[in-house]
């Protein structure tokens, strides 16, 4: 079944207490996946020549100081580690690329759940309501966030296997559905040189995109691509480092419904997510048509970019 | 000794299980017991109050989940907020009235009663109608009345894509824009007798201001479901 939700700030009040509104959000979608959950933030920036990168250990006494001080030893600077149970955040003096490289090769005990200038990926087995507390979503601000509540079908009940994925630098997926010819376009994505690490179908939809985003095609392009390269039913949630999209296919199986205030854009499986948030019984509220890309971005990272 | 109460029964589903609420209100087929309900805090749960077969109001507060008052028979569900997937599914008789916005397949496989939706309802609304009448406020999505087979569809908005495809017997109306009809769905007259046919459905669904007569009428050209050898192709 699987839940998804969504949460796009357009006022500070609502960037303050981001991760409280998702995981309120995600609280609401128990039912629809109880397997385990997840989410992605996007907040603080790595400066330039920096990167972000968000690790998970089994071992819950990993010693993430040392990680750091590796790091550090290794390319010239990380900051002191974000812990939050089984994941920390750690923002290194490096290339995004080159610092995953240095913990696939180095600590292959641990993954890198997302890598980028902005994302944190945090996800892990078990209830949302146990999730929100472990990972003390209240204090996670952002710009946006993804969330995902899982109900497995198509592979095993593990962290890897949890949403959201991410198969590219501030990219990741969330997904309702599930895709039928997700083995063959692994492997056909393998020989572009897109590297996968579970059996899941999401993480091919997650590298699909991360690969056409890689040769030049903007977000919405990429996701219309999906229309026509993925087969099954899916309702996609997107983020990118300057927002998110929202995807159905082109029967619309899976349900969906987008809302929007003054203050945020919300996206959800069903509308109770949406209606903890403040000002829901104000908010336009409508459910997202079959096969259409809608896509909200915020304007002022890539005027930055531009300037 | 009569248990018929005038008051109003509050329950809490925050503190009631919904299993034991919906078990209450299915118990009112039997025996006599409160004749209008007030459910609290629904929190968008599924399935609230399926199953009714009683003359009963049973009231909403909140936002339900999917199949909310599916099956109902005779009695009037009433809810103050939007229902999820499913609401009023396979209705036999009685009233469903939602004040917000329906997703996706309401009132679909409905034999009977009027199903009112004051906002938006989404893809799928009233597919596979076999008696049931729905009024829309608002507009519906793609594939409304897919296969319906008889009742009648009011749309005060617009409609998606494909509306009516492979129809049968039902009679649609639609006030504003279709985006697409379905297979062998098409435009038809609105004569006199549709307009009073209007004008008595949004008089039952409580609305006053849409004009009857600003309706168009869709229905089935009959080329597809009674068996044609030329269209052997199409299938």
Redesign the interface.
Known sequence: MCGIVGLFAKSTEIEERLGAHLGAMLVQMSDRGPDSAGVAVYRDPAPTGWCKLALYSRDPREDWATVAADLRSVFGGCEEPDVRASHAVVVVEAAADDAARWVHDERPDLRTMSAGRSIEIYKEVGLPTDFAVEFRLHDLYGSHGLGHTRMATESKVTTEGSHPFSTGLDLCVVHNGSLSNHNRLRASLRREGIEFRTENDTEVAAGYLAWRLREGATLQEALEGCLSDLDGFYTFLCGTQEGFAVLRDPIACKPAVLAETDDWVAMASEWRAIAVLPGASEARMWEPEPGVVYVWERETDRAAVAA | MSTVTTGVEVVDLAVTPLRALNQRLHDLAREEGPTHWRVVNP??A?AIACGLDADVEVEIE??A??YCAGMNKRATVRIH??A??GLAENMMSGQVVVEG?A??SAGATGRGGLLVVH??A??RCGISMKGIDIVVKGSV??LSAFMAQTGRLVVCGDA?DALGDSIYEARLYVRGTVKGLGADCIEKELRDEHVVEVAELLKQAGIADVDPASFKRYGSARQLYSFKIDNAGAY
């Open positions: 929190n968008g599924h909140g936002h989940g999917y907020g939007n999820g997937t916005s997703s996706q906002g938006d989404s893809a999505g793609h998606g």
